[in-house]
């Protein structure tokens, strides 16, 4: 997916609010606290957050410096205190992904998975789901990305392995496959869940409808690469 592509309307509009801002203190507003100053890690969260929002409602190539401060309401030299360069602050939002999915997914989905496999999908699907509601698209898109930026990309492919890695052994389990068997079936998921939630991104159908095809479309995938209790893998 290009670095280039147009973000997706539906969750574009929950994150289209980035305005440019007046600059503002370290300290937290009214509403949360007038004169406790931000800690170094909730402000860096803060610019995080910034500049994914960016990034969904006007894409990866609008992530720069200044638009980031004008979200944020901060200066371009704080951004700069936190992130050298631009893509070091585009690599800190897919690794603020990487910790929110693995955390949504990797480690409370994966260990609350049942052995249904409607119910393995629809975990699956839910997670995803929350997460994007919570960091955006943009980054979510990112992730699957095979854009200009080698590095960027080789790191998208790094986190969605760890996505996928913690329940690898939940998905051999169900479908009675080897783990590395699991592993090729759980990128095929992302995959197919990936295509439908497309529809979701650009407004064609609501998170319910989405969440419902996508699991019963990673339904079927799992029990088409079941293994058969005679024995056999996948072929």
């Known amino acids: 997916m290009s670095f280039t592509e ?3 309307p539906t969750v574009a509009r929950r994150k ?9 203190d370290d300290t937290l507003s009214s509403t949360e606290g007038r004169g406790r100053r931000l800690s170094a890690e909730e402000r860096r969260r803060r610019l995080l957050k910034a500049a ?3 990034m969904t409602a006007r894409g990866v190539d609008a992530v720069q410096f200044a638009e980031v401060a004008a979200a944020a309401g901060v200066t371009r030299q704080l951004v700069y205190r936190f992130f050298p360069s631009r893509q070091a602050l585009i ?3 897919l690794e603020d992904l990487a910790e929110d999915l693995t955390r949504r997914f990797g480690e409370s989905a994966a260990r609350s998975i049942p052995g249904s496999l409607d119910a393995v999908a629809r975990v699956f699907v839910d997670a995803v789901c929350d ?4 960091k955006g698209a943009g980054p979510w898109h990112l992730l699957d ?3 200009p930026d080698p590095e960027v990309a080789r790191l998208g492919r790094r986190i969605m392995d760890r996505l996928v890695a913690p329940w690898q052994v939940h998905i051999a389990g169900t479908i009675g496959v080897s783990e590395p068997e699991a592993a090729i079936v759980a990128r095929m998921i992302v995959a197919a869940g990936r295509a439908v939630l497309e529809q979701w991104y ?3 159908l609501t998170r319910e409808e989405a969440v419902r095809m996508s699991t019963r479309g990673v339904s079927a995938l799992l029990q088409a690469f079941a293994r058969p209790a005679t024995g056999g893998g996948l072929t």
């Open 202 to 204: 650009d407004g064609s």
């Open 6 to 8: 147009k973000p997706s």
């Open 131 to 134: 997460t994007i509601e919570a």
């Open 145 to 147: 990305s095979r854009g």
């Open 52 to 54: 994914g929002e960016v």
């Open 16 to 24: 289209a609010n980035v305005t440019t801002c007046k600059p503002m």
């Open 91 to 93: 690599m800190g939002v």
